[in-house]
């Protein structure tokens, strides 16, 4: 059974930095696709970055390009979003995805959800 296990998360001043990190564990991970997601309570889930697990390319929401970075360590099965210069509008829920393809990112239809991490930006 997949898991995804987030940690990371906390409170920090505006132009702050938090690095979250995704545990995933359940199965060996080659051509899955792992991402984030963050939400706000009363909005919908919103894309933030999405990579692939043994590689290729990355996207990221224009709202972080050049201050996110999604990045994987495969033998620690592990996925990292390293946020730089956050704003007090980057507070939320940060959830972890896993799903087979980008366009199960794109379509926020992943396999596998991590239970999420609270970031909070202070202003």
């Known amino acids: 059974q997949v898991q995804l296990v987030e940690s990371g998360g906390g409170l920090v001043q505006a132009g702050g930095s938090l690095r979250l990190v995704c545990a995933a564990s359940?199965?060996?991970?080659?051509?899955?696709?792992m991402g984030w997601f963050r939400q706000v309570l009363g909005k919908e889930r919103e894309f933030v970055a999405a990579a692939g697990w043994s590689g290729g390319v990355t996207y990221y929401a224009d709202s972080v390009k050049g201050r996110f970075t999604i990045s994987r360590d495969i033998a620690k099965n592990t996925v990292y979003l390293q946020m730089n210069s956050l704003a007090p509008e980057d507070t939320a829920i940060y959830y972890c995805?896993?799903?087979?393809?980008?366009?199960?990112?794109?379509?926020?239809?992943?396999?596998?959800w991590g239970q999420g991490t609270q970031v909070t930006v202070s202003s």
């Open positions: 359940g199965r060996r991970f080659s051509s899955d696709v």
């Open positions: 995805a896993l799903g087979a393809s980008y366009g199960s990112m794109r379509y926020a239809t992943p396999d596998y």
